[in-house]
Every structure is written in structure tokens, then in C-alpha cells.
């Protein structure tokens, strides 16, 4: 419901009185206050587009109307605790804060600010670390409405103290752009978008991967593709041209990563590749077929990682391994992971469980890998918000700064499996940016503000 008139309280007069007549007119009954307790987007760049913006908090109804600096907006009334409210360009225009509250017949909320210009930290912490390539995996799907599966359990539920501080949603070019400052900040140099084939109605998967590419400054920060081949979402064969296309688009960015020259993309499923494509030897002409199109645009070729799945058991102090030397007939240059699970184990655990998993892997591939290896650190796991198995972790910063030590230890210890030869620093991912579904995230939070990422930045920061 679109409304664009406060409406008038008179309580307080108890009764009133039609003009002309004797009848009675039943008083309005106030509600209760409304609250805001978030809104997203919550900063723009000044002179930026039109936008929706989402308010959540407490106490609304199909009267409550959002208010920008006291001038009612064409607001819609999702639920008790969302509203959204269309803003115009025009009231980005200047510089603010804005204050956005909400009204009702109980009256007016708490205000939340606005920031208009879109604040981008200065270079500084560790940012010229050279002590690893250090990618941050980002999953790409925070750009649809807050009501979306994606967010379920997050900023309606439970767990809205995983607000990211740049907002909830990431379909601006402010929120991409603060999030790319300050992972460079923590000395994160890129970021490995999830990149699907498709999306779901009202959602673009590829929202931020898009921004980051449209941008003028990614401000020190690099950017490259893992390609999502999940089963729903993977590129068939008839299409492999169309997504090779797409790739070199992106590829042609002097900001893309480079491995030995040459532009990276991951595949997250070597298994599914095979299933697709219905053998090794198809998979690897498939994977020719992309380096050749490189080359046609002026590329060097690509370096294609494959991705495998793995896991430990804590009980039987064992794990799943998988035979990677099917890789090597796939045509691959390198193989690696995303995450990995966690056997028999549930409820909540010790964050040192999922050191042990992944310096169990590490140590497998160092053993059975036929190809170089990039090794994974998560950086936490609690799926509770969307109800993702039956295994959390605790975790503090030093934890997961101890943890990313321990990886780069590694990748210097096993210089045959590195991708790229000494003294170029050694390449390795975490496990994630953003995923803070699943509570693996280590970008700023309303809950855990900067905390995560400092410690990260601390270790970086020495040699």
C-alpha cells in the first residue's frame, strides 16, 4: 500500500464532533511507536540514482509511512517489520546525512542516518602487504530484496547482528566500493566472485561482480571469476560459447587476476564439469576452447583452476579425500577447494576443529596432488540462519588470524605445489568475504565491527 499523507492523531480530544450535527465520531485509537532497528541501502554516492529503500524494525502497519528528513516518501508495507519506500534522485543530490524514520498513528520512530557522500576509507593498514596473495571468496547474492531466501534468518530473524556495516544489500556502487576499500585495508588483493549462469526472478547473482567491473577505482583491490557449476545453475555445452564470451569480457580488465600471466577462473566442481560434458576429454576440450578465445582477444590464455570437495571427521580422526589425478586429464592448471566439511560432528564446536580440517587437506594434497595446489582457510562456519546442518563453530579473531598464518606457513613449506614460483608471494584463498548465511565472513559487522579483519591484517602485516 502506497501512502503520501501523514496521518493526523486526535487522541487526545477523546471524541469529536461532525460540523453541522450531533453524531459522534469515533476517536482514532494511537498504536504502538514504531521502531527502526536498519535500513539498506544505508549510504549513497552523492548525485547517485533513484533507489528502494528497505527499513527494518518493529510495530509496523499498512499505515506507517517512511519519512525522509520529514518529508513522507511513496512508502509499501511489506510486514510488521519491513517497510519499503521508493527515494528519488533528488534526495541524493546534496550532501547529507539524511535522516529516515518511520510514522505511524503511534507516532514517530527513532531516526536512522543516511550518509550522502558514500564514505570510502583512505589506503592505509595493511594494504601494501606482500607477504601473500591473499583472495577472499564473495558470494554474490545479497542484491535482492530483503525478504529473498538468502537473507532468511538475518535482518528479520535472529541473527541481525551480522548486518554488514556497508549495508544488507550490496546493489549499489557505495556499498561495492566500501567493501572493496577496506578488504584491501586488511590486505585482501581480490576477490573471487561466485559467478552464475543464471539467476533467480527479482535477484542478479552478479550484481557486485558487475559494479566492481563498471568501476573507475577498485581502490588497490583485483578481481577475478569462480565459475558456480552447481547442478541447477551450470553452463551446458550448447552454451559454453555465450559464457566463454562473457568471461573474456571481465578477462580483458587490466583489475582481473592474473596467475603466470595469465587471466584466472575457477570452476568450484571438477565432478560436474565431467558430468556435463560427459568426459575428461570433453571437459578439456571445452576448457581449450576458452584458452583459445583468449588468445583470439589478445589474452595469453587462461589458468583454469578445479575445484574438488573435501572433508575431516574430528571422531575418526580421518577424512574424504578424492583421487585428483582425473584433473590432470581435464586439462587443468591448478586444483582447489571452497570449503570443506566436518564428518559426525554436531552442535557447537571449538573453531580449532576447523583448523584441523583444513590443515588435514593441506596436508593430503601436499601428499596425493598431481597439479598445484591453493590451499583454503576458512574463516568460520555457522549456518543457524538458514538452518544449513546441524554444526556450528565458535570463533574470535585470533583464531581465524592464527589460521591464515598457518596457511601461508604452508604455502612456504611446500613450494613444489605453489602456482606461481618464489619470489612472487604465495597465492591462497579464505573461505569467505561475505558468506555471513553460513557465518563465514570476515568483512566489518555491525556485531563484530572491524575485529575479524584487523586481526587478519595484523598477521599480514609481518614477515
Known amino acids: 500500500m502506497e501512502l ?11 471524541v469529536l464532533t461532525a460540523c453541522g450535527g450531533g453524531k459522534s465520531v469515533p476517536p482514532v485509537n494511537p498504536g504502538p511507536t514504531p521502531v527502526v532497528s536498519a535500513i539498506s541501502p544505508n549510504s549513497s554516492t552523492q548525485g547517485g540514482p533513484l533507489f528502494t529503500l528497505s527499513v527494518v524494525g518493529s510495530n509496523f502497519t499498512a499505515n506507517s509511512a517512511v519519512d525522509w528528513n520529514g518529508a513522507t516518501q511513496p512508502t509499501t508495507f511489506v510486514n510488521a517489520n519491513l517497510l519499503t519506500a521508493a527515494i528519488p534522485a533528488a534526495e541524493v543530490a546534496a550532501q547529507g546525512p539524511d535522516d529516515v524514520t518511520v510514522v505511524d498513528t503511534g507516532g514517530s520512530s527513532n531516526a536512522l542516518s543516511f550518509a550522502v557522500p558514500c564514505v570510502i576509507p583512505p589506503p592505509g593498514g595493511s594494504s601494501q602487504q606482500t607477504r601473500a596473495r591473499v583472495g577472499a571468496y564473495y558470494f554474490d547474492g545479497w542484491s535482492g530484496p530483503l525478504t529473498n531466501f538468502h537473507f532468511q534468518g538475518l535482518p528479520l530473524g535472529p541473527y541481525q ?9 550490496d546493489n549499489s556502487q557505495c556499498a561495492v566500493e566500501q567493501q572493496l576499500a577496506v578488504a584491501h585495508n586488511f590486505g585482501i588483493d581480490f576477490f573471487l566472485f561466485d559467478w552464475y549462469v ?3 526472478p527479482g535477484e542478479d547473482l552478479n550484481s ?23 547442478p541447477s545453475v551450470f553452463v551446458a555445452p550448447a552454451d559454453w560459447p555465450t559464457a566463454i564470451n562473457q568471461w573474456i569480457g571481465y578477462m580483458s580488465d587490466p583489475a582481473y587476476v592474473t596467475v603466470n600471466g595469465k587471466p584466472l577462473l575457477t570452476v568450484i566442481d571438477m565432478g560436474l564439469m565431467r558430468q556435463t560434458f560427459g568426459s575428461s576429454a570433453a571437459v578439456a576440450s571445452a576448457l581449450n576452447q576458452l584458452r583459445t578465445a583468449a588468445v583470439a582477444s589478445g589474452l595469453p590464455g587462461v589458468y583454469v583452476v578445479g575445484g574438488f570437495q573435501s572433508g575431516y571427521d574430528h571422531s575418526t580422526q580421518t577424512g574424504s579425500f578424492p583421487d585428483l589425478s582425473p584433473a590432470v586429464a581435464d586439462g587443468y592448471d591448478a586444483v582447489s577447494l571452497y570449503n570443506y566439511s566436518f564428518g559426525t560432528v554436531t ?8 583448523s584441523e580440517a583444513g590443515q588435514w587437506i593441506w596436508s593430503q594434497a601436499a601428499t596425493n596432488s598431481p597439479l598445484p595446489f591453493i590451499p583454503v582457510a576458512m574463516d568460520g562456519w ?8 546441524n554444526v556450528w563453530f565458535d570463533r574470535n579473531p585470533q583464531d581465524v588470524a592464527t589460521f591464515v598464518d598457518a596457511e601461508i606457513n604452508w604455502a612456504n613449506a611446500n613450494t613444489a605445489l605453489r602456482v606461481e614460483p618464489a619470489p612472487t608471494p604465495p597465492l ?10 553460513e557465518g563465514s565472513h570476515l568483512l566489518p559487522t555491525v556485531g563484530e565491527g572491524t575485529t575479524y579483519g584487523d586481526a587478519v591484517a595484523a598477521i599480514l602485516g609481518t614477515q
Open 4 to 14: 503520501y499523507l501523514k496521518v493526523a492523531v486526535f487522541g487526545a480530544l477523546g
Open 161 to 169: 547482528d551480522r548486518q554488514p556495516l556497508s549495508g544488507w544489500q
Open 208 to 230: 557486485a561482480l558487475d559494479i566492481t567491473h563498471q568501476l573507475a577505482d577498485r581502490h588497490g583491490m583485483q578481481y577475478a571469476i569462480l565459475y558456480v557449476n552447481s
Open 198 to 200: 543464471s539467476s533467480d
Open 382 to 389: 555457522d549456518p543457524r540462519p538458514w538452518d544449513e546442518g
Open 428 to 437: 591462497v584463498m579464505m573461505e569467505a568475504w561475505n558468506e555471513f548465511g
Open 347 to 354: 552442535g557447537e564446536q571449538s573453531f580449532s576443529l576447523v
